[in-house]
């Protein structure tokens, strides 16, 4: 069978490999030189940057890859532990360090609230179950079929899968920073904590059961590893070519027509591309399930992406840093529902010079530091904001973590929504496809197998699970389950 996925992320990446393990003749094509998606790799001014996501967990996902193949991830990549996780920077220059160890977190938490301890164990367990269920039990498996969703009702009922990540963790956690730091994760996947439901809590589980890894030289040397997977293993890779359209008979695409004229025709396809764009670009007209469940989408914030290099290192700066401002609530209302540009901000800092020195010349550091923005139905003019923005957010690092820092920057660059619309074609702009809310998620998210249609598959952020790098690989598992073996393919 000659099956064709139209998109390099890690999510095509995956089903490629799954699928030529089954026995498919695998086509790849991608729009961007490197493979990757949103995970580039930029080189600037001697510095070195990781474009997208930097955060590894759940590596036994990646693993799978290689296994499959009777290889060992091992003998390709280094995935680098991480101690702490994360080190959270409070308004009055506190700081909370998140990371391996029951007993040190017990140590950490109860700095700030003894009797935060015994709560931390009581969301632990709480994590636990939603992970068992959520991760383990059904976060490979399709939900495309209404029935197998009202059958998943009266555990997610009993779950309480109404409520926000912010309220399952308020339940349990009393002190406002530790509420914070503990509530947070959901925009590691493009959601408000205030709204995006709480199956997201299983992260706190997830990462206890399998760490926070640093992929070494980045993780562009994991998407490396993967392209060299894939080449040794037969499938056509084919970067910088963009799909501009697809045509569709009845139930059934027909063919992808490229920029250079040339149309492809395969008997399955797999698309890594944002489902709204999917849908409300590529395929013309696409299928009316689809086109009524793209109207009423709402997509993820946008994401305000700073790199820059430091004649100089900052050593107290750890690899992961989540630096907190003075608002929460207020700041995530102003991105996600009134969608204006504030102030303040709250930032992720990624150090990978903290683990890697390769980024940056010796005594330099490589720095990525990412601002939650408003997508693009915040209608910001990004020429005239995206220059100021970078100035506050110097200017607020020097102030409070980075001292000197303005004096030391060097080779400055910077990614707004406006890139991610160009160069990922994204819909608004968002950082991470479709909003994880509960009326966007299992059944009522894109489907892996596309609605209304035979042979077209979905994986990435747009679909089920989810967004993050445990959503994205595990979509093409989800696709292992949904596609037979082909033995007799080339």
């Known amino acids: 069978m000659k099956t064709l996925v139209i998109g390099g992320g890690f999510g095509g990446m995956a089903a490629a490999l799954r699928?030529?393990?089954?026995?498919?003749?695998?086509?790849?094509?991608?729009?961007?030189?490197?493979?990757?998606g949103r995970a580039q790799v930029f080189n600037h001014g001697g510095y070195r940057h990781d474009a997208g996501p930097t955060v590894i967990t759940a590596p036994f996902l990646?693993?799978?890859?290689?296994?499959?193949?009777?290889?060992?991830?091992?003998?390709?990549?280094?995935?680098?532990?991480?101690?702490?996780?994360?080190?959270?920077?409070?308004?009055?220059?506190?700081?909370?360090?998140?990371?391996?160890?029951?007993?040190?977190m017990e140590a950490e938490i109860a700095r700030f609230n003894p009797d935060d301890v015994a709560g931390y164990h009581g969301l632990l367990a709480e994590s636990r179950e939603l992970f068992d269920i959520g991760f383990r039990e059904l976060g490979d498996q399709p939900f495309h079929r209404v029935g197998f969703m009202i059958r998943q009702i009266p555990r997610l009922l009993r779950l309480r899968f109404d409520r926000s990540v912010w309220d399952m963790v308020s339940s349990h956690i009393q002190h406002p920073y530790l509420r914070r730091a503990l509530s947070l994760q959901p925009l590691?996947?493009?959601?408000?904590?205030?709204?995006?439901?709480?199956?997201?809590?299983l992260i706190h589980y997830?990462?206890?059961?399998?760490?926070?890894?640093?992929?070494?030289?980045?993780?562009?040397?994991?998407?490396?590893?993967?392209?060299?997977?894939?080449?040794?293993?037969g499938v056509d890779v084919q970067s910088g070519r963009s799909v501009t359209s697809i045509a569709r008979s009845g139930r059934n695409i027909t063919g992808v027509t490229l920029d250079d004229g040339r149309q492809i025709s395969a008997d399955m396809y797999v698309s890594n591309v944002d489902p709204m764009h999917l849908y409300g670009e590529l395929m013309q007209p696409a299928p009316m399930i689809s086109r009524a469940k793209?109207?009423?989408?709402?997509?993820?914030?946008?994401?305000?992406?700073?790199?820059?290099?430091?004649?100089?290192?900052?050593?107290?700066?750890?690899?992961?840093t989540i630096w907190l401002g003075e608002r929460y609530k207020e700041l995530l209302h102003d991105i996600f529902n009134r969608k204006v540009l504030s102030d303040d901000f709250s930032l992720y800092l990624h150090r990978p010079t903290a683990t890697d020195p390769s980024f940056a010349p010796a005594g330099h550091d490589s720095f990525y530091v990412l601002a939650p923005v408003p997508n693009l139905e915040g209608e910001i003019d990004w020429s005239v904001e995206g220059p100021r923005l970078q100035q506050r957010i110097i200017e607020a690092l020097e102030q409070s973590i980075m001292p000197g820092l303005s004096?030391?920057?060097?080779?400055?660059?910077?990614?707004?929504?406006e890139d991610f619309r160009s160069d990922y074609q994204s819909v608004h702009g968002s950082g991470f496809s479709v909003a994880p809310l509960?009326?966007?998620?299992?059944?009522?998210?894109?489907?892996?197998?596309?609605?209304?249609?035979n042979n077209l598959y979905l994986v990435g952020a747009g679909t089920h699970p989810g967004a993050g790098l445990p959503g994205v690989v595990s979509s093409a598992r989800v696709l292992d389950r949904l596609v037979p073996d082909n033995n007799e393919a080339a």
């Not at 089954?22 to 961007?32: E, F, P, Q, Y």
């Not at 590691?188 to 809590?201: A, E, K, M, S």
């Not at 004096?407 to 929504?417: G, K, L, N, S």
């Open 294 to 320: 793209r109207a009423v989408a709402r997509t993820s914030m946008g994401l305000f992406v700073l790199y820059f290099g430091t004649d100089r290192s900052y050593p107290d700066i750890a690899h992961h």
């Open 206 to 233: 997830l990462e206890r059961e399998w760490g926070v890894y640093f992929a070494m030289g980045g993780t562009g040397a994991l998407v490396d590893a993967l392209a060299n997977l894939m080449e040794r293993h």
């Open 19 to 36: 699928l030529r393990a089954k026995g498919h003749a695998v086509t790849l094509i991608d729009r961007c030189p490197r493979l990757g």
């Open 62 to 104: 990646f693993a799978e890859l290689f296994a499959l193949y009777g290889e060992e991830i091992a003998d390709q990549v280094t995935l680098a532990p991480l101690d702490p996780w994360y080190r959270f920077r409070f308004p009055d220059n506190s700081h909370f360090d998140y990371g391996p160890g029951i007993e040190r």
């Open 188 to 201: 590691l996947v493009g959601g408000n904590p205030f709204d995006t439901t709480c199956i997201y809590g």
């Open 438 to 453: 509960f009326r966007q998620s299992a059944w009522f998210r894109f489907h892996n197998r596309a609605e209304g249609l």
């Open 407 to 417: 004096a030391h920057v060097r080779a400055p660059f910077y990614m707004t929504p």
